[in-house]
């Protein structure tokens, strides 16, 4: 090969090499202008969006929460506005270095420390937690003075709920705390079809309504979360605002209670542990709802403190426990006047029907006692009701027998909840042969056995009813069969439009009582109150009113005076006056009170003293002294069961 052709093989390879290399560049080239197009152009509009959203900030607008008055005006629950100091977790450089930073500025106390962690553990989906709230003017200037040392810590303004009367029928209005997971997942179901907006409705929000009117009535109470989009800088803090969506406020709830009465009711409680609900019997409005003892809901609204929860949790007395509506009780011979009702209405008995009272009734070769040794000699229903007799309804729940008895009661409104504007109320124990196969494993167990209908006639056995229920099917009887669901709240009022929402106060359904049974239940229980178990707590009252005393075994024992206090029999009085036009009606429960007429029944004159005459006694109503009728305990065996029967 000579020169020439070796220079021209040089120069093909060489070509052969620059194309191969310009092709390659070329693709290279396609291949980044095919990048650049995809990201400048295709993704034009998502990478746009990213960066505004790194330059804008979304920051809900939490809404001011509803305020809760009672039908006077008086304000039970409200808001503040008050600084906290907020550490955002991730954003800081050491989380338990930045504290104790912190703690040289502004006071930092370790019950902070310790909440903080406990809301850090559950509070997962929240961007910034309280480490110091409500802080003093002096605590503010200094922490800003010193902002820039402390990346991830900020001093916002919140709203802070605040219940002005304390412990102030607490069980009635509840309390709010930090929101919880479980209150998320509560949130998303109420929301059913529109989860997406409830939830996006609690953007923001730190607390939310845990028990009482304040959960019944949580997303009326809430309003409406706003929002503001802030442009930020690279540090991300806010250059200025350019939208802003206004937070619609939480409506108002004016309650039916009468807070000064439900002042009283819970000074005449004293110490005892019990509960009281009174009634408006016209529209079913409650007018005061006591559980004793109560709490101050305040110590729940900053995230409460251990040593605080622990006094609580462990209080033997149960003082978050809502007797009320919760806690269920054998009604004694509160059930009389009920079960005489029943007699007439189903023609078992006559009010002049007779019996000869030798103080005991004989059933299946036993022989159940009556309260007073010798009996009370010969008694019609209206002296069966006023002396309390316990061999009268013995033979009246023979005759009626249980299905009858349970049929009438579920009338009235017993063994199932009554329908009241709070959550978690229980049904109570309407006993009946179908109730027992189902509420027992054993098949020993689910048979009812005839003896058990003559405890269930004097209010004892499986009788098992809330001061509530007990106060709800008295006001069905006064109004002759109309039935009007107990109710705490009047009306809701919405404060940016006015708008007022009234609680429907028409009955929700008729029981067919007739007039002359309904007239004869009034006098026996105004004879009561004038001459017999509760005549001592009524004496001088110028007012006429009705009762009925009642008093309830909790341990069979002869002489419960030598038992534990807390073994100790309850005490029940249930009342209306005035007798000729019921303006309140009450149900009053002592636990281990002993006799009615002794514990319970001054309680119920002290609350109609000052609801019809305004007198005003901030003491504890006296515990007097059981009557002669009281007095007598005996002994009894009804299938097996040893039975310490009592009537008042």
């Known amino acids: 090969m000579n020169d020439y052709q070796h220079t021209q093989q040089e120069i093909s390879r060489f070509r052969r090499r620059a194309l191969l290399a310009g092709f390659g560049a070329l693709t290279l080239f396609s291949l980044l202008f095919a990048r650049f197009f995809h990201l400048q152009v295709t993704l034009h509009e998502h990478y746009s969006t990213r960066a505004e959203s790194n330059r804008i900030s979304l920051v809900p607008i939490v809404p001011n929460r509803g305020n809760i008055t009672d039908r006077n005006g008086v304000v039970l629950a409200r808001n503040y506005s008050a600084f906290t100091l907020e550490i955002t977790p991730s954003k800081t450089n050491g989380l338990e270095a930045t504290i104790n930073a ?51 810590v900020e001093i916002n303004a919140r709203l802070f709920r605040q219940y002005p009367e304390g412990a102030l029928a607490v069980h009635a209005l509840g309390y709010i705390s930090r929101i919880r997971e479980a209150d998320v997942k509560w949130i998303a179901e109420r929301g059913e079809e529109d989860r997406e907006d409830y939830t996006n409705n609690y953007k923001g929000t730190d607390h939310i309504g845990q028990t009482g009117l304040e959960r019944f009535y949580e997303f009326e109470l809430h309003g409406g979360t706003g929002n503001e989009q802030l442009e930020v800088d690279k540090s991300g803090r806010a250059v200025r605002v350019l939208t802003h969506t206004a937070p619609t406020p939480g409506k108002n709830l004016t309650l039916t209670l009468d807070s000064e009465l439900q002042r009283m009711a819970e000074a005449a409680f004293g110490e005892r542990r019990g509960s009281m609900v009174a009634l408006d019997p016209n529209d079913g409005s409650v007018l005061a709802l006591v559980s004793n003892p109560g709490f101050d809901p305040n110590l729940f609204v900053d ?8 006094e609580l949790n462990t209080n033997p007395d149960k003082p978050l426990l809502n007797r009320a509506i919760n806690s269920g009780y054998a009604p004694g011979s509160t059930f009389k006047p009920l079960m005489a009702l029943a007699a007439l209405s189903q023609g078992k008995r006559g009010v002049n029907y007779t019996i000869a009272d030798p103080g005991y009734f004989n059933f299946g070769g036993r022989r159940f006692m009556d309260d007073k040794v010798g009996g009370h000699g010969s008694v019609d229903m209206l002296k069966s009701i006023i002396v309390s007799c316990n061999t009268y309804y013995y033979n009246l729940a023979n005759d009626l027998g249980i299905d009858a008895i349970a049929r009438f009661m579920a009338q009235l409104g017993l063994g199932k ?50 001061s509530l229920q007990m106060a709800h099917a008295l006001a069905n009887i006064l109004n002759y069969g109309k039935v009007y669901a107990p109710h705490l709240v009047s009306h809701i009022t919405d ?86 036009q019921p303006k309140i009606v009450v149900a009053v429960l002592v636990e281990n009170g002993g006799f009615g007429a002794a514990s319970a029944a001054p309680i119920a004159r002290q609350v109609f003293d000052y609801y019809l005459l305004g007198t005003t006694k901030t003491t504890p109503a006296p515990e007097g002294v059981a009557t002669a009728d009281e007095g007598n305990t005996e002994d009894t065996e009804e299938e097996g069961e040893h039975q310490h029967v009592v009537a008042d």
């Open 303 to 310: 995230g409460i403190r251990f040593d605080d929860w622990d």
């Open 495 to 580: 404060p940016t439009t006015g708008e007022i929402k009234r609680i429907a106060t028409e009955p929700a359904r008729q029981i067919p009582l007739k007039t002359e049974h309904v007239d004869f239940i009034k006098t026996a229980m105004a004879g009561v109150n004038k001459q017999g178990t509760g005549a001592r707590a009524f004496a001088g009252a110028p007012y006429e009113s009705g009762g009925k005393t009642g008093t309830a075994q909790v341990v069979g024992q002869r002489n419960t005076r030598n038992l534990d206090v807390r073994l100790r029999d309850n005490s029940w009085f249930i009342a209306f006056a005035p007798v000729d």
């Open 417 to 466: 909840p009554t329908g009241i504007d709070l959550p978690g109320e229980s049904s109570g124990t309407l006993p009946s042969p179908e109730w027992k196969a189902g509420y027992f494993k054993k098949r020993e167990q689910q048979k009812w056995f005839p003896g058990e209908t003559i405890s269930v006639g004097i209010g004892q056995g499986y009788n098992n009813y809330t």
């Open 102 to 152: 912190l703690a040289e500025v502004v006071d930092i106390q370790p019950k902070d420390r310790r909440r903080f962690k406990k809301q850090l553990e559950e509070s997962k989906s929240f961007e910034s937690i309280p480490i110091r709230t409500r802080l003093t003017d002096e605590e503010v200037a200094r922490f800003a003075a010193r902002r820039y040392l402390f990346p991830g």
